[in-house]
């Protein structure tokens, strides 16, 4: 375990537990950390990508990665039963945001679970 990235992550908890008032700890909430400012957004602002279709995925965004409307997150490669050739399907972002997560299997069936984004 790398011990920074173990310290970062108790202050976190620590301060998203002081922040929700669920304990009372000396110096928290913070308002914002070292290097990073704390925004909190609402579940309900998040935004979910699902495949339109099975396929194979390939990534044009990585997680972490700050994007803007209409830029192209991924691209899908359908197979289908028909015979013809495979389709290559892309897809763009509905906003500007934060990839703040993003599924490893680059592998779907219709409507798996791709990647969330979360407003900036």
Avoid at 19 to 48: D, M, R, V
Wanted: hydrophobic fraction near 35%; charged fraction near 20%.
């Amino acid at each position: 375990m790398n011990p920074e990235s173990v310290e970062k992550g108790i202050r976190g908890i620590k301060n998203y537990l002081a922040t929700k008032g669920l304990l009372s700890i000396e110096n928290f909430p913070l308002s914002h950390t070292q290097n990073h400012p704390i925004i909190l957004t609402a579940k309900k602002q998040l935004q979910y990508y699902y495949s339109m279709t099975g396929g194979m995925i390939k990534f044009y965004v990585k997680l972490g990665e700050t994007i803007d409307k209409n830029q192209k997150l991924y691209e899908i490669l359908t197979f289908n039963k028909t015979g013809e050739f495979p389709q290559v399907k892309e897809v763009f972002a509905e906003s500007d945001g934060l990839i703040f997560d993003i599924t490893r299997n680059h592998s779907v069936n219709q409507w798996d679970y791709i990647l969330g984004v979360m407003p900036c």
